[in-house]
């Protein structure tokens, strides 16, 4: 019996694990990012394409009455904001199905900031950092360059996880502009109450409206129109979103991104984002680590969420650096 427990031990420290068996780390995400859109270097390693702007946020009556994070007091908070494309390649084309991000930082006075970071699909790609770190490798090219799409599609069919976003990303046209997309926060976040907390989701629903390329709109856009259109719209006035929030309810999954809640959850609007100028270059110095949270709101237990923060930091000091 000892002998053979020695002999397990031996054989499992001479058999190191495979990098699929073993539980995903921040730099491979970064790794296969670039294996994915090449060495972009001194760039976002996601979202490498985007377009900062200024604005700001101000929470309703409401959420004031009902949260008591300083976030939704109803004094106007000033934000560094960032539109952006998903994907670490900063010459994508701005018709691709594929997320728009969009990220802001809150100035709560004092030195202290709240951060968002949001994607314009309903869902996440994944359920795990485990999960998504493998489609990413899955869609990796091969020898000739190019990705196997047989490959992804078996990847896909053995994680239905990662199915909701891919189908949503084929059956919704992209946005117009950035000022037509909603972006969801996408994970569970929990808002203190007078009495305790409650646990939330939210979104930013567009004033202008939700609105999609036409078929033909996508087929005749330009490479870049994205930050122009943007541009020119708030040169027409304020672009508004709405915060809202979704109350959850007990049942309602605080870890898995890739599922939605159910319908029918109560919902308010918490506030509204004002986005006033677009240009310039103050959000490239910023992370938009979206566990920087102010007080009153903390993070639900979700581990993408969690695997964002590392992999935000490594992607920063590498650009920070011009690598
Ligand atoms: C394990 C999952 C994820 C990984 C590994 C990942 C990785 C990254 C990295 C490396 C960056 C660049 C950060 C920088 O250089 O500042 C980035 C940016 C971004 N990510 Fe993620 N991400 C993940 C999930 C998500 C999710 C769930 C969302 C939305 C809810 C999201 C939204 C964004 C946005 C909007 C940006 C651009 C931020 C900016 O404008 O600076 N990501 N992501």
Redesign the pocket.
């Known amino acids: 019996m000892y002998w053979r427990i020695l002999l397990m031990l031996a054989t499992a420290a001479a058999a190191p694990l495979r990098a699929e068996d073993r539980p995903a780390q ?1 730099g491979d ?2 790794e296969v ?1 670039q294996g994915l859109f090449g060495e972009h270097k001194g760039e ?4 490498a394409k ?1 377009v900062c702007a200024v604005g700001s946020f101000t929470g309703s009556a409401e959420a004031a009455r009902m949260f008591s994070a300083p976030l939704f007091s109803g004094t106007r908070w000033p934000a560094q904001i ?1 539109f ?1 494309m998903a994907g670490g390649d900063p010459a994508v084309a701005d018709n691709a199905r594929s997320p728009r ?3 802001a930082q809150f100035e709560l006075g004092d030195g202290r900031v709240h951060n968002i ?3 314009s699909t309903p869902v ?1 790609g994944a359920a795990t ?1 485990e999960s ?1 770190l493998g489609l990413l490798r899955a869609s990796l090219p091969g020898p000739d360059g190019r990705p196997n799409a047989d490959r992804v599609a078996a990847y896909r069919a053995a994680h239905p996880d990662t199915l909701p976003q891919f189908r949503w990303l084929q059956q919704n046209p992209p946005p117009w502009s950035y000022a037509s997309a909603q972006y ?4 569970t976040f929990h808002f203190a109450t007078a009495d305790g907390e409650r646990a939330v989701r939210w979104r930013l629903q567009p004033r202008d409206g939700v609105r999609g390329l036409t078929d033909e709109e996508r087929g005749a856009a330009p490479r870049d129109f994205l930050a122009a259109r943007l541009g020119e719209r708030v040169a027409r006035g304020q672009v508004l979103f709405d915060w809202i929030v979704t109350l959850g309810q007990p049942g309602d999954s605080e870890s898995d ?1 890739s599922l939605a809640w159910p319908d029918g959850r109560t919902e308010l609007v918490a506030g509204t984002l004002s986005v006033t100028a677009v240009g310039g270059d103050a ?1 490239t110095g ?3 680590d ?1 566990n920087v949270l102010s007080e009153g709101i903390r993070p639900g237990d979700d581990p ?2 969690k ?2 923060s590392p ?2 930091a ?3 000091g590498k ?1 920070l650096g011009g690598r």
Do not use: D, Q
């Open positions: 921040a995400f970064i990012f976002r390693k996601g979202h985007g960032r952006s991000g969009l990220a970071a949001t994607l996440f950092p998504f969801f926060g996408l994970h991104p959000c910023l992370n938009f979206p993408i969420l695997m964002r992999a935000y490594i992607s920063f650009r």
